[in-house]
């Protein structure tokens, strides 16, 4: 594996207004002095790079005959899908009723799901094509740079992101910074819609995150530049300083007391507040259980560990704990942390009740997430397990859309959510099945039967096979 080495938080600081003393020439005593003025907070902006994102208008649409699977471990044969003003109107069996005024596209023997969500993508950050001016993921300049914000490396013209929507289905995404470093910076959530600026992608109100690592990328960073951490117990350190820092800053804060304002500390205040979301790259299940513990000492929570080619031996503890694994099918074995594997990592971790979570962490990849959640789900068939094709969606939409904080507007086919939506020609776990039409929020964003309905970038307008989905 090619190593890849949310607004703001409110900032109280308090202005201390001297007393100054009257006029005149005679020299008054201490309790003659005027009181000092009351701290009064002043306030940070706390969304600076608001989103800018509005849907494209859409047209009523009725899909009717499909099986659908909902993202939420339901299934209906026969069924039919209705949306209309951004949103799911219905979603129910072959008596559903369709109004007289939405399109109707029969979608006998083709199958309905919800967009897929990936929340582990460096699209943007590392985009197409892939040469060193490009590569923006990782500020490896320290350990710890969670003042950076992975949006500002983000390239909108990316032709990954239309390669994703045409090519995988794919209507949200998280992109993250790299992992050289211990505290990565925070990362964003966008809507696959072509933009002339990050803003015009940025998922409306979706939480930020921080992308913090784990294991052999830090150490050997850092280590090979002479620095700390260069051995895990290093890295556990450097971290527990860290967080050692941000606590202090939040208590200040908390307090209303006069801080400098500190970037870095922002973002970590905002992790410990609960509105910035942890996700963890981490490989080992000794490592996650330490990061465990070391989010409990300082107040913080996982919400997700990242590859976690280990999750299936600690699936009960991350059960428990309620910390989702975003996992690969069968990456593992590339480098000492992720040798220790097995096929069957995704389907136990299922098994075991705990959040389970397909990802990418490639351009490529992210093409075909449904056909890696297909090898997934067969690992798991072949040692007996029953899992539906339909309980597997859940890894593809809704799980990744909790694990981002937007769970209750996508991620399911669901009434009042978005229309996020994908009309596969085939059942989505088979390999020569592709999407045929791409909805996001109501809107067709891509169809394969109509060439001139996909995306394409300005920096491909003029290169040669410009448009081409490959």
Same mark, same amino acid.
């Given at each position: ?64 005959g ?12 026969n ?13 129910g ?47 490896a ?12 490396s ?29 505290m ?16 015009? *992608? ?9 992308k ?5 990328n ?15 117990m ?13 606590a ?5 804060m ?19 507040s ?19 513990? *070391? ?11 990242h ?37 069957e ?35 798991g068939r ?26 209750d ?16 020609n ?19 964003m ?18 040669p ?6």
């Amino acid at each position: 594996m090619v190593q890849r080495v949310k607004g703001g938080l409110l900032v109280a600081v308090s202005l201390a207004l001297a007393g100054c003393a009257a006029s005149g020439s005679s020299a008054k005593s201490a309790g003659d002095a005027p009181a000092a003025t009351a701290a009064k907070p002043v306030k940070f902006n706390k969304d600076p790079y608001p989103s800018t994102y509005r849907a494209y208008a859409g047209r009523a649409t009725a899909l009717r005959g499909v099986t659908v699977f909902d993202g939420e471990g339901n299934r209906f044969d026969n069924g039919v899908v209705l949306f209309a003003d951004g949103k799911v109107q219905a979603v129910g069996g072959a008596d559903t009723a369709i109004p007289a005024d939405f399109d109707v596209i029969d979608g006998a023997g083709k199958f309905v799901t919800p967009g897929v969500v990936d929340i582990h993508s460096h699209l943007g950050d590392y985009p197409s094509p892939s040469v060193d001016a490009h590569d923006d993921g990782n500020e490896a300049t320290s350990p710890t740079t969670p003042e950076v914000w992975s949006e500002h490396s983000v390239w909108p013209q990316d032709p990954g992101f239309s390669r994703a929507l045409a090519n995988g289905g794919v209507t949200s995404l998280q992109v993250l910074p790299g992992s050289a470093n211990l505290m990565g910076g925070r990362s964003v959530t966008l809507k696959n819609v072509p933009a002339r600026t990050v803003q015009g *992608m940025k998922f409306p109100g979706a939480p930020y995150g921080l992308k913090m690592a784990c294991g052999e990328n830090p150490k050997r960073v850092y280590g090979s530049k002479g620095r700390a951490p260069s051995t895990r117990m290093g890295n556990f350190a450097v971290n527990r300083a860290t967080w050692q820092r941000a606590a202090a800053y939040k208590k200040k804060m908390d307090e209303g007391k006069a801080v400098d304002r500190d970037l870095a500390m922002e973002t970590l205040a905002g992790v410990l507040s609960g509105e910035i979301l942890v996700n963890n790259h981490c490989y080992r299940a000794d490592e996650m259980a330490l990061v465990i513990d *070391m989010s409990k000492e300082f107040g913080y929570k996982v919400s997700t560990f990242h590859h976690a080619v280990e999750s299936y031996k600690i699936a009960d503890i991350l059960a428990k704990e309620g910390i989702c694994s975003a996992m690969w099918a069968d990456w593992w074995g590339f480098k000492m942390e992720s040798y220790d594997s097995v096929n069957e990592n995704i389907p136990l971790v299922y098994k075991a009740g705990a959040c389970t979570i397909v990802h990418s962490d490639d351009a490529n990849q992210i093409q075909r997430l449904n056909q890696e959640t297909a090898k997934a789900l067969k690992a798991g068939r072949r040692m007996g397990m029953q899992i539906s094709d339909e309980q597997a969606w859940t890894w593809l939409s809704y799980n990744p859309a909790k694990a981002l904080g937007i769970g209750d507007r996508t991620g399911s086919l669901k009434p009042g959510k978005m229309a996020d939506v994908v009309l596969w020609n085939g059942n989505p776990f088979s390999a020569y099945t592709r999407p045929e039409k791409v909805w996001i929020d109501g809107a067709l964003m891509f169809d394969a039967m109509d060439p001139k309905r996909r995306p394409v970038s300005d920096f491909e307008l003029g290169q040669p096979g410009e448009g081409d989905v490959k």
